[in-house]
């Protein structure tokens, strides 16, 4: 089994690491200690807190979307041209690039530096080993 340090587990959760370990002080997530002494996450648990926590930011949601995946960051670029724009998205450690019309942009009034969340619904996503 995959252990995680607590840095390694921040990364995958898109949060600092003084808040994941706080989250593992308050028991929040179960944590161990490996064959150096480090404190580490063991890879179910720490998949099964991320699926907590999405459930969680998916309830305080003000939309309802089919969309499962959601990506909440901060918009980093935006090209408009004529017809067609493109907006990027730093999502924890995740850049999401949109290609829409510069009308809905213009509609969601898009600026760099705000709050955005992207969302994706796919029928086809290919996933990598890493």
Do not use: C
């Given at each position: 089994?995959?252990?995680?340090?607590?840095?390694?587990?921040?990364?995958?959760?898109?949060v600092s690491p003084d808040t994941a370990r706080r989250w593992a002080d308050?028991?929040?997530?179960?944590?161990?200690?490996?064959?150096?002494?480090?404190?580490?996450?063991?890879?179910?648990s720490l998949a099964a807190f991320s699926v907590e926590l999405a459930q969680v930011d998916d309830e305080e949601a003000s939309s309802y979307t089919s969309a499962r995946n959601a990506f909440p960051g901060i918009v980093t670029a935006i090209k408009l041209g004529d017809i067609a724009a493109q907006v990027e998205i730093q999502a924890g450690?995740?850049?999401?690039?949109?290609?829409?019309?510069?009308?809905?942009?213009?509609?969601?009034?898009?600026?760099?530096?705000?709050?955005?969340?992207?969302?994706?619904?796919s029928t086809s996503v290919h996933i990598d080993r890493t």
């Amino acid at each position: 089994m995959q252990s995680y340090t607590i840095g390694q587990a921040a990364r995958l959760l898109g949060v600092s690491p003084d808040t994941a370990r706080r989250w593992a002080d308050a028991g929040r997530v179960a944590t161990h200690r490996d064959e150096s002494g480090r404190r580490v996450i063991d890879g179910k648990s720490l998949a099964a807190f991320s699926v907590e926590l999405a459930q969680v930011d998916d309830e305080e949601a003000s939309s309802y979307t089919s969309a499962r995946n959601a990506f909440p960051g901060i918009v980093t670029a935006i090209k408009l041209g004529d017809i067609a724009a493109q907006v990027e998205i730093q999502a924890g450690p995740h850049r999401l690039v949109s290609l829409l019309t510069r009308e809905a942009v213009e509609e969601l009034g898009l600026e760099v530096g705000m709050q955005a969340t992207a969302r994706v619904k796919s029928t086809s996503v290919h996933i990598d080993r890493t």
